[in-house]
């Protein structure tokens, strides 16, 4: 574990290995918003977490923010 992580915590590397998946749909699922991730990149996730989240996969799932849907203000098309 890197020097500069705190007990109980793990990367995005260590966390899918931690729960089976690959590194790309670990990312998808935090991406998501299924599981929490934590620190100042946000790229830090609590084992308590990971064990919730194996445990009932949609224990996360409603404290997840909502996507705001994308707009596109501002923009004028022109005509040729």
Known sequence: MPADM???????????????????????????????RRGPRLNRFR??????????PRVFVSQAPTPRPRTREGFTPIRI
């Open 47 to 56: 084992i308590v977490d990971l064990d919730a989240f194996m445990e009932n």
């Open 6 to 36: 705190p007990p109980g915590y793990l990367n995005t590397k260590q966390a899918a290995a931690y729960l089976g998946y690959s590194v790309k749909r670990f990312s998808i699922y935090a991406r998501e918003g299924a599981i929490p």
